[in-house]
């Protein structure tokens, strides 16, 4: 099986087709006391408890095998909340919405505990060295500095297969639980993904999608996305190729699916505007061989090529392009993967260095110098405590990010938070600057796109062993 593109919004689990059930995971919680670093700027967000503030509710958190506690379960109905004028402690002024009546407002929350689950394609975590397991742990240190407002968090993952057709399966699977999740969050998949949006909208559930196509997205009542688009994706890809390669001649390899098409086509306006002159290259799910492409890319004497297809079908695109000794400036999702498999290759040594495009920081065990290295620090503490036999990937930078981001959302909503509160706030503007993200900004995405820029990286050779470096960082023009 050769399916894969990693989370996502940085939330970042894996995908592959796979047959049968969807297993779900739920890792319980040590519920000690984390000593190796502070919960996420507690002392800073709105209304939180620090490291070591007593838990309300004795019970609350998970229970091995799976589930939660009774005290941990969904909070019975409270005041109707919807349409009322609320305000943060930051001073944030939004109208709660009206999705949800009284009754399915606090389903998933309760005085001890909140319940998530995300879908997301599991079964080729080894593949990349990564598991449901060691995604939990970012969770574990947030339950053992305090939670949220007290309340520990119990995140339980169900396998998407990364079709669209798993995606609805694991959506379903999501909610049948006891308790019900307070909402459901998703891995990436650029085909999976919309076919949630409608089975969440269908269903009324709460839903915090990844990066996916806008198409379709402003019409979705019960859908959010914190993640850039497809579409955001090329165009910011295209604005830095027309600026710092203009004119020239730029081919594009990229998934023949509408799912896909608003990055093809927003990437190949911007070099158009620029002058270049593109070769359009559409290929189908897992091709295998791309021996016509490479020839026609080679023929058109492409020097830079958009690689818009998974991680996995680029690594066996670049595998055979370098067989025929072709060597142009790639431009790709930045995951270590790529670097990882097929960086000897694409690192400058052959051709011009390719470029990864991600929307959160360059991840390398061992960065002590970067802007974001006092945060990998604290990840790599919180990994030696839960999961020490793990070695840490981008994966799990990209979850912890991500994670950490929504821990926020439920700060900034407060120790009464709701289904419609959340909403609500995203609906009228949210915004929030958490480092090393890029700024959230649902005001400019007219209440369902949360965030725009990325970050631009270079691979390289870092003293022998093949990577990304990092050279712009947050941005979407240039």
């Known amino acids: ?49 620090a490291p070591g503030a007593k838990t309300s509710g004795g019970s609350g958190g998970v229970v091995p095998g799976g589930g939660s506690s009774s005290a941990g379960g969904s909070s019975p109905a409270g005041r109707n909340v919807a349409g009322t004028k609320q305000t943060t402690k930051s001073g944030f002024t939004y109208k709660a919405a009206n999705l949800f009546p009284a009754s399915q407002d606090r389903v998933g929350i309760s005085k001890s505990a909140i319940d998530l689950c995300m879908h997301a394609a599991l079964v080729l975590g080894p593949a990349f060295n990564d598991s449901a397991k060691d995604f939990q742990v970012y969770w574990q240190w947030l339950n053992g500095n305090g939670g949220i407002y007290g309340r520990k968090v119990n995140m339980t993952f169900t396998d998407d297969a990364y079709t669209p057709t798993g995606g ?168 270590n993967l790529v670097t990882d498999t097929v960086g000897a290759d694409i690192n400058g040594t052959h051709g011009p260095a390719a470029v990864g495009i991600w929307v959160t920081p360059e991840y390398h065990n061992g960065d002590t110098t970067s802007p974001w290295a006092p945060e990998m620090k604290k990840m790599r503490a919180a990994y030696a405590k839960y999961d020490s036999g793990h070695t840490i990937t981008d994966t799990d930078w990209q979850a912890w990010l991500a994670f950490k981001s929504t821990t926020q959302l439920f700060v900034d909503c407060g120790p009464d938070c709701t289904r419609n509160k959340i909403a609500g706030m995203l609906l009228a503007g949210y915004r929030s600057t958490l480092a090393p993200l890029c700024a959230t900004d649902f005001a400019r995405g007219r209440g369902k796109v949360g965030s725009f820029a990325f970050n631009i990286w270079k691979a390289v050779n870092r003293s022998g062993t093949n990577g990304w470096q990092q050279t712009e960082s947050c941005k979407e023009s240039f």
Request: charged fraction near 15%.
């Open 168 to 335: 609805v399966q694991a959506a379903q699977q999501c909610f049948s639980g006891n308790p019900e999740p307070f909402l459901m969050m998703a891995g990436i998949g650029f085909d999976t993904v919309p076919a949630v949006r409608q089975w969440a909208e269908q269903n009324h559930k709460l839903y915090f999608a990844s990066f996916a196509t806008e198409h379709g997205l402003y019409n979705l009542k019960y859908t959010f996305q914190f993640s850039p688009s497809v579409e955001h994706f090329g165009d910011v890809a295209g604005k830095y190729v027309a600026s710092k390669y203009p004119g020239g001649s730029v081919g594009v390899v990229w998934r023949n699916s509408p799912n896909w098409q608003g990055g093809r086509d927003t990437f190949e306006k911007e070099v158009k505007a620029r002058g270049a002159k593109v070769t359009d290259l559409p290929v189908s799910q897992n091709q295998g061989s791309y021996t016509n492409e490479i020839l026609a890319l080679k023929a058109a004497k492409v020097t830079t090529v958009l690689a818009w297809v998974n991680v996995l079908e680029y690594a066996q695109l670049e595998k055979q392009a370098a067989q025929q000794g072709y060597y142009p400036r790639w431009v790709v999702a930045g995951f």
């Open 1 to 49: 099986m050769r399916r894969a593109l990693l989370v996502l919004c940085a939330l970042s689990l894996l995908a592959a087709a796979c047959s049968g059930n969807k297993q779900a995971t739920n890792v319980a919680n040590s519920g000690t006391q984390d000593t190796t670093s502070t919960a996420p700027d507690a002392s800073a967000l709105p209304g939180a408890k």
